[in-house]
């Protein structure tokens, strides 16, 4: 597994921890506004593993795939995030 691989691995446990932190935030009537503050914090982790995901993808794949004379396929796929990152 590649370093980069590794580190988001080591992200998303982190991720599956504060989840679960906020299970029990929900189970133990924890005042809204603390709950939310964590919801927010967990979406912001996620969204910073998409950016990396995407910056790893432009850099090597879609690269490779544009130096191989396969441009519809990288094109779709950026414009496929691009709409994912729009809803």
């Not at 935030?25 to 924890?30: A, L, Q, R, Y």
């Not at 005042?31 to 998409?50: G, H, M, P, R, W």
């Not at 794949?61 to 950026?78: R, T």
Request: charged share 30%.
């Amino acid at each position: 597994m590649k370093d980069s691989h590794k580190k988001l691995v080591r992200r998303l446990k982190i991720i599956e921890g504060q989840v679960r932190g906020l299970q029990g935030m929900i189970e133990k009537d924890t005042y809204c506004i603390d709950v939310i503050t964590q919801t927010s914090a967990v979406k912001q982790a996620l969204s910073n593993i998409e950016d990396v995901l995407l910056e790893e993808h432009l850099s090597h794949c879609v690269v490779n795939q544009i130096k191989s004379g396969d441009v519809k396929k990288p094109v779709g796929e950026i414009l496929q995030v691009y709409r994912l990152k729009r809803k």
